[in-house]
């Protein structure tokens, strides 16, 4: 009997017993609050305390870069915005030629004809004080990383950490230490956005040849010098790469810390107009920070690649014609020039609602009452008369399971018994609803699941993390967050990965997708909300919306990757053997994509627990709300805590599908 089997059938065995036993232990369903531990209040406690040791120090530092950032904010303000639009324009051209010229002209043209230019320079103040930051921090990181192998792991660790907790676990503790401001902000930017540029450092020091480094060693030069004359110019193409990561992470952090900042910058620009329920406006702020962050994206992405610089005198004949148009402009800037569209937008939204607000509503109530609820609560709790029709009966629960034991029969005796017992598993899961399961089969289930990934070692750390949210009291609320991330990723992986298949064999579908996966790669988390407000309202459906409009691109993109990167030898022996276009796909193109597309998809669960804290503003539940209202607050134990809690979910679930890709490339002899 293989591994997996065996697995399957401890799931199986074990929630079936809970359901069994479900009249006698109700127990095993909600874990008694009695045997639970106060640990987030423990942790506020020890996290005040030792935060309130260090508040002086850090107020102290607080006062010292604010300095910096009132100066380079008071700079960029001061600053004509002709000639400012004309400096980033002739970096582009510089960079890039007329293409990247013309997209930083356009891109800072509007955000002056917006209305929105000192809101966006205070953004970009942020973000210039808080990315150098981030790059001293990470940089530092990845060269202790690299010279000091001992603390690779403990520091990789670290990164994961800093990765997975989610954005708004950062902005409560930090609250407590610096207060409200755009401090906080700057900050939380940092952090943020350190692990990136950490791991392209490491990387690259990792991918310097050993010719490289044996001439530097050969040449007298000490280690110092090895590094930072040899082994770090060497690295520098991928370092750059880290810079480019780090300037998005840094924007869209300094646009989430908004929430708690009150900062005149576009972020909170966009969140006020979203309270207001000024959509149209809301969007147009919206679109600012995505142009944005497209300019800033391109720009960086330039400078990391070692291409052809363009004539610097054109570079210099424009900021010659921006310091002239700042000579007759001054400081007083274009604004409001899209108000009326703005005002347009809301009026066209109005009458589309009103005109479209039932198929809309039908739209949101079908999804939720046949998709997202039984998922949330099983069928046993959601078919109700006004809203199936019916009634769920105990009777219905037994034609369910019959059904899907004699279909798990037949499938086993055609050769996939682990298929079959996956299908009893599913219609068990489907009838009690993700937030309904009992806790030991879930412990059992994602144990089991982790030994057939990666062996014994990785199934008792997810047991043992899974057992710190039981005892904290965070469980129902973990269930929760795991049922709309998991439908979220469900979503994406079936879109996305039929939109990567599309792709993959039809240039024309990659040309079209190509430029809107950019896109959507290049907005903030916080922007993918005001669309989804537009036509749907707050509401849990609205949060399942953006969330798979934010995780589904790493699906679209590996999956094609995985499917165009077969090696040609294998195509030509499958074409050689008489094998049709569909049985290529099917039996070498997609078993070679496995390991990429099993990467897409954990880059998609990632994705999604991220944007899941996000879409706590549109009205979730679960620990992205707790950390929210943990938040306002200022509860630094529950945000913590419920921080800790998701990213031990999102390291679970990364763990689990690394460990099967690594198991899919071991047998294609990767």
Partial sequence: MSRGLQ?????????????????????????????????????????????????????AFAWAIAYPMDWVNWALNATPWPLLIAAITALGWHLGGFQLAALAAIGFGFVVLSGYWHESMNTLALVAVSVPLAMVLGAAIGLLAHELPRLRNPLLGLLDAMQTIPTFAYLTPLLLLFGF?????????????????????????????????????????????????VEIPAAASQIMVGVNQCLMAALSMVIIAA?????????????????????????LAGLVIVLFAVVIDRLSAALALERKRYDPRISLAILGAGALGALLTGTSTPGGVFGPTAQAVDTWLGDFTAANGAALDTLKNNAMFYGLLPLRIGLDEAVLPFTWGFQWTPAMSLWLFAGAVALGITTAALGAPIAGALIVIAAGMLETGIANLPWPFVLIGTGALAWVAAGPRLAILCTVLLGTILLSGLWERALLSLYLAGAAVTACAVVGGALGLLAAISPMAWRILRPLCDMLQTIPLFVFLIPVLMFFQIGEFSAFLAICAYAVVPMIRYTRFGITDTPPELLEAATASGATTWQTLKDVRLPYAAPAILLGLNQTILYAFAMLVIAALVGTTGLGQSIYLALGQADVGLGVSAGAAMAILAFIADRLVQGFAEDRRKALGL
């Fill in 259 to 283: 929430v708690i900042g009150g900062f005149d910058d576009i972020g909170w620009e966009v969140l006020l107009t979203m309270r207001k329920a000024q959509f149209g406006q809301a969007f």
């Fill in 7 to 59: 697995a399957a059938l401890i799931t199986l065995a074990g929630g079936a017993l809970c359901l069994l036993l479900q009249g006698t232990l109700p127990w095993l369903f909600a874990f008694p609050t009695a045997w639970t531990v106060p640990a987030t209040n423990w942790v506020g406690t020890g996290l005040e305390a030792a935060l309130g040791a260090i508040k002086p120090a850090m107020r």
């Fill in 181 to 229: 401001g755009p401090v906080v902000g700057l900050v939380a930017s940092a952090i943020y956005a350190a692990p990136p540029m950490a791991r392209n450092t490491l990387l690259g020091l990792e991918r310097v040849e050993t010719d490289v480094k044996e001439a530097g060693v050969m040449s007298g030069a000490s280690r110092v010098q090895q590094l930072t004359q």
